[in-house]
């Protein structure tokens, strides 16, 4: 997927795939809006992460 606007930071809050109580992973990556920041964080981190907690855009 290809994106032309402006990239933005997003920050995503993960539990990783192998859990652990009260372990959290945190990514961030470039994309133009929410779901292309979930696709990306899908494709770079797959296999690594049971479930997405949030996906929030960092304020600049």
Partial sequence: MSFYGEWETWKVVYQPATPSPGVRGVAFVEA??????????????????FTVESCEKLIK
């Fill in 32 to 49: 133009g809006d929410r779901g292309h920041a979930m696709q990306v964080f899908r494709e770079q981190y797959a296999g690594q992460f």
